[in-house]
């Protein structure tokens, strides 16, 4: 391992820059959400803290700083400690395999670190370098692996609380995230098998004519409902379901252990839109960015944007669901069609006979389930009747 | 997939496609009406069994790269337990509506483990033999807690699948250390490599003793008996009397093949242990059989006793030359063949007698319950004293020639010891299955019992082929041979 | 042994994942051996990225941990079963555990230093070993019957929770759409 040190020092750099852009991110995009909600809902917003009160982030968290810190007498002292902690760090590595431009030219001064064998000297020279932490091969699978950890820190959280509200929102979380992993999990089937590849960097440059939301709107669609509800994010926000649940699983929670699960929401946010951009919709790509680097980097970020404006646009519109209903959407709905969405794709990649085919037996199945689930419906109508008839609880 | 893979898992896939299918078709038959399912499931053991005409005539297929063959031994297991299966279904047409039990996942989950027990035959690798060995297993667990509203059932089905966990873990072990010493998984490769002294031989030994031993449960063997009686007794009966042939012939189809394919040269070795676990296995069943009054009970002990005898033919198996080996796998092969008939006909008379209405005191399942059957249902009765004369080995029953047959290879694999411990616990065991023909025709008693159409076909089915195949034998006998032909070299 | 980044790395992880299988054992809050589960199959899974199987340590990290100790704790939270209570063969039980796992140690002593057996060095590579598409081609042909069977498997387990869980009272009041 020669170039151990060199690998390490240029990751970490780029670490800490993903972080930084996450965290400052996460700042503003509860500003963001506050605002933007106020002027769907024809409000102000906040407005009174600096210049269009943009200040406003900072205050908050001066704010959430000086609370105090409460630990309930019951609690799981070591878990009620961890839980922030293990919700926030999945959310802060999950895009250490994301691009976020193409290869670039970063010009380096070169340095010594004392005792790690570097020369001396003040030489300027030029690497070539990824634009992003790590390319893998596994890359879709370590997001994957990475987002099902996330539900423990929510679980923890409602566990060690002691507290009936915090418990049933961590148990409604892990049914919900654990239920919903699955459609996720195989709507990104289809760009793994578009680009044959399960690299993200493979995946940006096998759409750099078509973006594959266009190959797979279904995918797309089913993607971007499941990962709404594996961050927990309305309409899907049952864990913290506030006029059921108090707050779910962060009830006990305060100050900056509360900040940190509220951190970990909207990072979250911001990493499943730019995992979306990258899947779905080119990542990096557009005109002229394989030039211009930076360029690359700003469409990236203006896709992440748009993609986050669209889940506040949700939230201020869109009434919560029911549990049991989002429980039927998850398993009945999405899981069923994440996998004809993969079926149907394979088959379009083998020849467009099988793809008809494919299709026409797929329509076929689906015509006679519906008609069948009414012919049942309608067979064992008479003898519950009653039940049918009586109001929703 | 090549032709040939098509060809030699047609059967299998024709079962699988099918169970899916019932599965989703089964959602259209309404509550009451399940009776079609059941017929439904009847067609496709059918479809299932006519696949098999894919297959060459005396030939052998090999597949998927050696993971599965089509040759006479897994033919006649194959018919073994689309027959044995097709019998049950007709059993639970009556039983499950009888019971409160009638669901139409019992029917498909019966074709997936029918769909495992075939699998066990074919395979030819030892990961397919874990595989169908869980594809066995499963769906027999789920069926066996089917009447949960019974907490013997559920005791049963969780004694059953925490058992069955833990001896596939000791086969799955066993598999491994296999893999360890020789570096595959393959019975042919495994052979290759076993062939001419292995270097790491305590290894090998060590897998092939987990291996037996994760088996041996499935069979029922002593010392890994434990879980029968009460599974036996807990589980609703038509699914006892599916497992106790089915289990035991699948778990045998495999142990028979992995033991004389790919270990012929460590006969030395597990012949005498096969050999003590046989003796073992007779001598518990039988006599704790005698002690028993419930004949559920009675017949789980039987079937562990049976599981001996059969054991006795995996011993004489060990033999020197290629010749006697064959002779004794055949000898396996044809008891088990009449064990199948013949228990399943026992079952289907307990099923007859038992008393389904939970609400009564008298489960119908006691020994008791038995007496004046020979005057009140001479049919029935004449059927189970045939039945139970088989089990015993008495002339001219089927179950008589598997003895003599197993006794013989016992005795030609120079199993002396053997064979006197097996003539000896057949005898102790007359004991037991004679009390039962006592009571039917000696003692008074007023049985209530039921009539059906297909559980009256299956019994008379049953104990005709127990009468036919004991006076006369051949037919039966050399589809055995001819199934093991060129099975060991 | 020579000693470079990665030995000292495994040494590292070697001890986490020890400690943490200890812990399991130890603790006596069922959701605390829970967690240092997740933390033992977490460091394994970074053993298979060292033996370059990227494809199985992030299936292990997936399923193990993203799956299956989560529902473990779903279940444990549920039952509310956190707290162990100390049977009466508990002390028995412990003094057998330890005496087989001394022995385990032995075993693997003996094997390790004693036995003569020299650990085979670690062949080399190929570049896409232990990735998604070597192990795809595996999976989908060589191994193609064994994995369509485990499909079957799973589909029959499915099918058996399902049987098993839904009992006569609400299948014949619960249709579609009706609350349970």
New interface residues.
């Given amino acids: 391992?020669d170039n151990?040190w060199p690998i390490v020092i240029e990751a970490a750099i780029k670490s800490v820059f993903i972080i930084f852009v996450l965290a400052t991110g996460f700042a503003y995009m509860t500003f963001a959400e506050r605002r933007v909600a106020a002027l769907l809902q024809t409000r102000l917003g906040p407005n009174r803290v600096g210049p269009f009160g943009l200040l406003q982030p900072l205050a908050d968290a001066i704010k959430l700083i000086f609370k105090e810190e409460l630990i309930p007498g019951g609690a799981?002292k070591v878990?009620f400690l961890l839980a922030p902690v293990i919700t926030v760090i999945p959310a802060l590595v999950i895009l250490a395999v994301v691009p976020w431009g193409p290869t670039a030219p970063i010009h380096c001064c070169q340095v010594t670190i004392p005792g790690l064998n570097i020369t001396l000297g003040g030489a300027y020279f030029t690497i070539q370098s990824g634009l992003g932490l790590a390319d893998?091969?596994?890359g879709l699978?370590?997001i994957?692996?990475?987002?099902?950890?996330a539900?423990?820190g929510v679980?923890?959280a409602?566990?060690s609380s002691d507290n009936k509200y915090a418990?049933l929102g961590?148990?409604r979380s892990?049914?919900q995230?654990?239920s919903y992993?699955l459609a996720l999990g195989l709507s990104v089937v289809g760009p793994i098998m578009l680009a044959q590849?399960?690299s993200m960097v493979d995946i940006v440059n096998a759409q750099s004519r078509v973006w594959f939301v266009v190959y797979q709107p279904v995918g797309a669609l089913i993607f971007y409902l499941a990962t709404l509800a594996e961050v927990n994010r309305a309409p899907f926000d049952m864990p913290e379901a506030e006029q059921e649940l108090t707050a779910g699983y962060h009830t006990e929670y305060s100050g900056m252990k509360f900040s940190l699960f509220f951190m970990a929401e909207y990072i979250k946010m911001i990493g499943v839109s730019a995992i979306f951009a990258t899947l779905f919709l080119g990542g990096w790509r557009g005109p002229m960015a394989e030039q211009v680097p930076l360029l690359g980097m700003a469409y990236f970020f203006a896709k992440i944007a748009a993609s986050l404006f669209f889940m506040i646009w949700l939230r201020s519109t869109h009434p919560r669901l029911r549990y049991?209903r989002l429980m039927a959407l998850g398993w009945k709905v999405l899981l069923p069609l994440a996998l004809a969405n993969v079926v149907v794709t394979a088959a379009a990649l083998i020849d467009t006979t099988l793809f008809a085919i494919v299709v026409g037996a797929l329509v076929l199945i689906g015509v006679v389930a519906l008609a069948a689930?009414a012919w049942r419906?309608r067979a064992?109508a008479g003898g519950?009747a009653a039940?049918?008839q009586s109001p929703?609880? | 997939?090549t032709p040939t893979d098509f060809n030699a898992?047609l059967p299998i896939l024709v079962l699988?496609g099918y169970g899916?299918v019932l599965?989703l078709v089964d959602l259209l038959v309404p509550?009451h009406r399940k009776r079609i399912t059941a017929w439904l499931a009847l067609l496709g053991l059918a479809a299932a069994a006519l696949g098999h005409v894919a297959w060459p005539a005396g030939g052998r297929l090999v597949a998927?790269?050696g993971?599965?063959v089509a040759d006479g031994y897994a033919l006649f297991f194959n018919l073994l337990f689309l027959g044995s299966a097709a019998l049950t279904v007709l059993l639970a047409f009556n039983y499950l509506p009888r019971t409160?039990l009638e669901?139409g996942?019992f029917y498909?989950?019966l074709l997936?483990t029918v769909?495992g027990m075939m699998?066990m035959g074919q395979a030819a690798?030892l990961?397919?033999v874990f595989?169908?060995l869980?594809?066995l297993s499963?769906?027999l667990?789920?069926l066996s807690?089917?009447a949960?509203s019974r907490p013997s059932s559920e005791e049963a089905?969780l004694k059953y699948f925490l058992l069955g966990a833990f001896s596939s873990a000791f086969l799955v072990y066993g598999i491994a250390l296999v893999y360890g010493a020789t570096g595959s998984t393959n019975l042919e490769l495994v052979l290759a490599a076993a062939n001419g002294g292995n270097p790491r031989l305590a290894l090998l030994l060590a897998g092939v003793g987990l291996v037996l031993v994760g088996l041996g449960f499935k069979v029922a063997a002593v010392p890994f008996h434990m879980w029968t009686p009460d599974v036996y007794d807990g589980a609703p009966s038509v699914v006892t009397a599916f497992m106790s042939v089915g289990a035991k012939a699948g778990g045998f189809a495999a142990l028979l093949r992995i033991f004389v394919v790919a270990f012929p040269d460590l006969a030395g070795q597990w012949g005498f242990v096969a050999a003590v676990i046989a003796a073992l296995t007779m001598i518990l069943g039988n006599f704790a059989a005698i002690a028993q009054s419930n004949i559920k009970r009675m017949l789980a002990y039987s079937s562990i006793a049976h599981a001996g005898y059969i054991l006795m033919g995996l011993a004489a198996a060990s033999a020197a030359g290629a010749s006697l080996r064959e002779f004794a796998v055949g000898a396996a092969l044809f008891y088990l063949a009449a064990y199948t008939v013949t228990n399943l006909g026992a079952w289907a008379v307990v099923m007859a007698v038992e008393r389904a209405d939970s609400g009564t005191a008298s489960t119908g399942l006691n020994l008791s319950d038995y007496a004046g059957l020979g005057w009140r249902r001479p049919g029935l009765a004449l059927a189970m004293a045939l039945f139970m004369l088989s089990l015993t080995g008495v002339p001219p029953t089927i179950g008589f020639v598997g003895k003599f047959y197993v006794f013989r290879a016992a005795l030609d694999a120079g199993y002396l010891w053997l064979a006197l411990i097996g003539v000896l616990t057949s005898l102790a065991s007359a004991y037991y299955y004679l009390r039962i023909v006592i009571i039917m025709y000696m003692q008074e008693g007023q049985p209530v019992t039921v009539s059906r159409p297909a559980l009256n076909f299956a019994v008379a089915v049953t104990a005709l082929a127990t009468f036919l195949f004991g006076i006369l034998p051949g037919p039966l006998m050399s589809a055995a041979t001819n199934a093991v032909m060129g099975f060991a070299r | 042994m020579p000693v470079?980044?990665?030995t000292v790395i495994f040494f590292l992880l070697a001890a986490m994942a020890i400690g943490a299988a200890v812990g399991l054992l130890l603790s006596r809050?069922a959701?605390?051996s829970a967690?240092f589960l997740?933390l033992n199959f977490a460091v394994v899974s970074v053993f298979f990225l060292f033996l370059a199987a990227?494809?199985i340590?992030?299936?292990q990290?997936?399923v193990y941990?993203?799956?299956i100790m989560?529902?473990f704790?779903?279940v444990i939270?549920?039952l509310g079963a956190e707290l162990l209570r100390g049977g009466a063969s508990g002390r028995w039980h412990s003094a057998l555990a330890v005496v087989l796992a001394a022995g385990f140690v032995g075993v693997l002593g003996y094997v390790a230093f004693f036995s003569g057996i020299a650990p085979e060095a670690l062949p080399n590579v190929d570049a896409?070993f232990g990735?998604?598409?070597l192990l795809g081609m595996d999976l989908f042909q060589?191994?193609?019957?064994?994995f369509e069977?485990?499909s079957?498997?799973l589909?029959?387990?499915m099918?058996?929770a399902?049987?098993?869980t839904r009992?006569?009272r609400t299948?014949?009041?619960a249709?579609?759409g009706?609350?349970p």
């Fill in positions: 391992m151990f799981d878990i893998v091969n596994v699978l370590y994957l692996s990475v987002a099902s950890i539900v423990y679980v923890l409602g566990w418990m961590g148990i892990s049914a995230m654990v992993e590849s399960m049991d689930y419906r064992s519950r039940v049918a929703a609880t | 997939m898992i699988a899916c599965l509550e998927f790269g993971m599965l409160g669901r996942e498909v989950l997936f769909l699998l690798d990961i397919v595989l169908a869980e594809l499963i769906p667990y789920i807690g089917l949960r089905a | 470079n980044v990665e809050n959701v605390h967690l997740v990227p494809f340590a992030m299936v990290v997936t941990a993203g799956a989560v529902l704790l779903f939270m549920l896409g990735g998604p598409q060589t191994y193609l019957l064994p069977l485990t079957l498997l589909l029959v387990a099918i058996g399902v049987v098993l009992d006569a299948r014949s009041a249709g579609p009706a609350r």
